[in-house]
């Protein structure tokens, strides 16, 4: 978490697993970078060993766009202005389906896309934006 006047930048990733302190800090945030790593339907037909996917789904892997978007309505709150979805699998997600999970969760709070919050899905592997905190 980083606090700069009025702005609060909080970034979640490779969490696993949903904390009640992990939603505390994030419903602080205007500016929330969380991990949709995965999608379970291609996760668990894509292309990765059993052992892989246990790995990724055990509590300290991964969190998927199902226990993002259900994060979300813990953590949304009218501070927050601006979701970056990040860290999404290339081999176990696609931006779309990520963006898709949390905008049915915001919209099922009554959360008005590009107007309450701007929901950006980041992309892989390269710089998208800096962040002036002021």
Same mark, same amino acid.
């Given at each position: 978490?980083?606090?700069a006047g009025e702005e609060t930048l909080v970034l979640v990733t490779d969490a696993g697993r949903v904390t009640e302190k992990m939603v505390e800090y994030a419903r602080k945030a205007t500016r929330l970078v969380l991990e949709s790593n995965y999608d379970d339907h291609m996760l668990k037909n894509g292309p990765y060993p059993q052992v892989l996917i246990d790995r990724i789904k055990n509590g300290h892997g991964h969190l998927s766009n199902s226990q993002t978007a259900a994060a979300l309505k813990d953590i949304?709150?009218?501070k927050l202005k601006? +979701? +970056?979805l990040c860290h999404l699998s290339s081999n176990n997600n696609t931006p779309e389906l990520a963006f898709k999970e949390s905008s049915t969760s915001l919209s099922d709070l009554g959360v008005a896309l590009g107007k309450d919050v701007e929901l950006i899905c980041l992309p892989r592997k390269e710089?998208? +934006?800096c962040f002036n905190l002021q």
């Open positions: 978490m980083i606090e949304y709150n009218d601006q +979701l +970056l710089s998208f +934006l």
